[in-house]
């Protein structure tokens, strides 16, 4: 079972990615990780860094804090 943490933030990303109309590949570009990561983190299957939070918040424009 995936710790909901992990899931809850994945769905969030996800929501902001939609929001912004972009796509895995592209999100992943502007954080500057790859898009397969983009999906790992999406689907709740990695456990994020914080310095992976933070390119994430950076790429889609928002806090850290909106992003858990």
Do not use: C, W
């Amino acid at each position: 079972m995936k710790p909901r943490i992990l899931t809850n933030f994945g769905k969030r990303v996800r929501s902001l990615r939609d929001e912004r109309d972009l796509s895995q590949e592209r999100l992943g570009e502007l954080a500057n990780v790859h898009r397969t990561y983009v999906g790992m983190i999406e689907r709740g299957e990695k456990n994020i860094t914080l310095t992976s939070m933070e390119k994430f918040a950076k790429a889609l424009k928002v806090d850290i804090k909106d992003l858990v």
